[in-house]
């Protein structure tokens, strides 16, 4: 259970975090989704003890990271943005370095380190020297590292970043099963990586969190409610007949092709699964679907807006999810 | 703190340092051994280790420079600031391993005084007493190469600037004794001094009233001293300069004599520029 109250940090006049307050439950895993320097790595590094807060308090696990940094620390697992990693130790003399480091018992340490191991599949290199192994497998390492001493808190900071689209997917689906047993706090700048692999999302800009939301929420939003459909033939047709019915709010032509074939963005009422009804209106009035796609991008756009209506006017901090969605649809 | 010990320990022997600094260890005190004690025919092993002192310009930059410097480049650092162990502890666990390195390389050549005492007559207790301070003033400048290390993160900065500072320390008696020792040279020293320890507390706490209280009572003390006894100041800075003259300390271990106060010295500036390290890292987090 991690609680961030008021946190704020400043270097100088500049104020990287503003006053965000927030609660990670156990065993949830959140993403800290925002652009380049938001402030998500300043926010880890302030919940690691590695900076001290300008303002504000942070508890792990009821253990002040200020007042009580040694038992606070020893809840947490920490993979910095770049990993920590020694070039001219071996994985096998470096894990046993961080098992030191984080005082792990000589009894217990081979039977952890092989869970380990196993888990993060190093077991390959684990007689290598670091400098020697690929960026995947540094990351792997680092990853490796924040395990040790099996922490109930892991804090990841763009865990994905510089993999290779296999190693992501990896990566990914390990934080996934990691998050069975720990609570994981990760930043991304990456929308669908967040919203693949965490519970709930967190929106930083400029030092504030802008919104909050769970994925679940996320994914209904962007959901089935919203599809663009082309169609070969009488587009407009198309859209009167899809139009009548109560599930459907709008047909719209999107664009005419201009060969025949025309983009209609079709939208549910109520966020309702319009699919089907989509099929058998149109396979009904004999109008050939060529393509039927929800319009997932709209995620990211929703997420473009909190952060543009920010910059625009501060006042707007509130705007949610939600209604970044929801501007979108009403165009 | 055993953990940071034993990863520098084998950092040292897992790259060339630690064999290049005991090789250029004992080569050096080798040379001084041989144009010292067997071609001088002298029985006296401290003339050896007051010879070869002069390898601390460069075998001190060599133990030091990455110890803080190559963390921060390789931003191992937050590793070793988010793992639960104290900085202190970091910093300690650093100078251990650099003083067990010179331990090392002292433990090596005892086996000069060990050839001298096979063909004549050696004063091992002497002898002892004189390895002692080299080793004590050893890792004073070991502290002074960990605190210039942690204040950048780049390698060969670390290790030119502790050349620099060795060099100077070294080199003390002979900048002390030049310097000037007139009642005003002081006065114009201490003010100086004394603005320089506001400025410090002003960037660091960015408050200049209490910078400026600081001022104003160090000023007021000197004022008040000067007139009780304007003597007071005769000859402030050759008294502040030998103070860091860590060479002139040695001359009583050169000579066979365990002084205590020698010993506090040497402890005493060890310690402060480890607290001073420790105060850097500190410092960074708030800032």
Known sequence: MIEVKNLTKKFGPHVAVDNISFTVNDGEIVGFLGPNGAGKTTTMNMMTGFLSAT????????YDILDEPIKAKKQLGYLPDVPPVYGDMTVEEYLNFICDLKGVKKASRKAMLNDIVMTVQIKEVYKRLVKNLSKGYRQRVGLAQALVGDPEVLILDEPTVGLDPKQIIEMRALIRKLG?????????????????????????????????????????????????????????????????????????????????????????????????????????????????????????????????????????????????????EAE | ?????????????????????????????????????????????????????????????????????????????????????????????????????????????????????????????????????????????????????????????????TFAAVFLLLMMDNISSSAPISVGSSVVFLVIVVAAIALTVYTSTKNITVAGIFAIIGYVIMGVLYFINPNIYDGVIVKVLSWFS?????????????????????????????????NVIEKRRWS
């Open chain 1, 180 to 328: 069975e047993k720990h609570t994981v706090i990760l930043s991304s700048h990456i929308l669908s990586e967040v919203s693949a692999v965490c519970d709930r999302v967190m929106m930083i800009n400029r030092g504030r969190i802008v919104a909050t939301d769970t994925t679940e929420g996320l994914s209904n939003k962007a959901g089935n409610s919203l599809q663009m459909v082309t169609v070969k033939g009488d587009g407009y047709a198309a859209c009167e007949k899809l139009d009548v019915w109560a599930d459907i709010e709008s047909a719209e032509i999107a664009s005419d092709n201009g060969d025949g074939t025309y983009d209609i963005k079709v939208k549910g009422r109520d966020e309702a699964d319009i699919r089907e009804l989509i099929f058998t209106t149109l396979a009904h009035e004999n109008i050939p679907i060529l393509s039927l796609k929800p319009v997932t991008l709209d995620l990211e756009e929703a997420f473009l807006k909190v952060i543009n209506g920010e910059l625009e006017d501060n006042e707007t901090l509130s705007v949610t999810m939600v209604e970044g969605t929801d501007e979108k």
């Open chain 1, 55 to 62: 303002e504000g308090t942070i508890r792990i696990n009821g």
């Open chain 2, 246 to 278: 860590v060479l002139s300390r040695f001359e009583n271990f050169y000579m066979g004599i365990l002084s205590v106060s020698d010993v506090v010295y040497y402890i005493t500036f060890t310690c402060a520029f480890l607290y001073f390290t420790v």
């Open chain 2, 1 to 161: 703190m055993s953990a940071i010990v034993k990863k520098e320990l084998r950092t040292y022997f897992n790259t060339v340092t630690g064999y290049g600094f005991l090789g250029f260890f004992v080569l050096i005190t080798g040379y001084f051994f041989v144009s010292q004690n067997i071609v001088a025919a002298n029985a006296n092993y401290n003339e050896t280790l007051a010879g070869s002192m002069i390898m601390f310009l460069i075998l001190v930059p060599v133990l030091t420079m990455r110890l803080f410097a190559e963390e921060a480049r390789q931003k191992t650092d937050q590793l070793l600031y988010a793992a639960p162990v104290k900085v202190t502890d970091i910093v300690i666990g650093k100078f251990i391993a650099a003083a067990v390195l010179l331990l090392i390389g002292i433990a090596i050549t005892l086996v000069f005084p060990y050839l001298l005492s096979r063909s004549g007559q050696l004063a091992w207790g002497m002898t002892f007493v004189g390895m002692f301070g080299y080793f004590m003033m050893g890792i004073c400048l070991i502290s002074v190469g960990i605190f210039i290390s942690v204040l950048t993160d780049n390698q060969i900065v670390a290790a030119a600037a």
